[in-house]
């Protein structure tokens, strides 16, 4: 189960740099429901993830590199890129700070996941996150994949 905020970002932190990130890549093979595929750094996965908006179902199953190349071609829509950082949030969590390129540029987003609902509704973000974004399927990345000028 996947329960997670999600922020549109007023101003990047000034320390951004000193954090560690991922590079990741993402296509959708289906979006209803959301079925995708992900490089992540030189780690490659095929997820599941059911309808919902603050809370739904996530299965993550490891791809191989050559599973990963060959599913790529079938994806719908746009190929996401973007650069993730992981910001520590005391006591306990970590903001998923994502840096969009290519089309979706300079879209910045970022994701508070939580163990609880209770928690996630009663998550008050730092001053630095914009417009609270979670319940927009506008922000999702495979309404994203979709795309075009």
């Known amino acids: 189960m996947e329960i997670e905020r999600k922020y549109l970002i007023k101003s990047l932190p000034d320390n951004l740099n000193s954090f560690p990130f991922h590079q990741i890549e993402q296509g959708y093979l289906c979006t209803d ?23 739904r179902e996530e299965y993550n199953l490891p791809l191989t590199k050559e599973a990963y190349f060959h599913l790529r071609s079938k994806a719908d829509g746009i190929l996401i890129t973007k650069k993730r950082y992981l910001i520590p949030l005391p006591p306990s969590h970590t903001i998923e700070l994502d840096i969009f390129e290519g089309e979706l540029a300079p879209l910045t987003l970022a994701e508070v996941e939580f163990a609880t609902e209770e928690e996630a509704n009663h998550f008050l973000p730092p001053e630095w996150f914009g417009e609270d974004v979670t319940y927009s399927e506008k922000y999702h990345n495979s309404t994203l994949s979709r795309f075009t000028d």
């Open 33 to 55: 429901p959301v079925v995708r595929i992900r490089m992540q750094d030189e780690t490659y996965y095929l997820t599941y993830k059911s309808k919902g908006l603050m809370v």
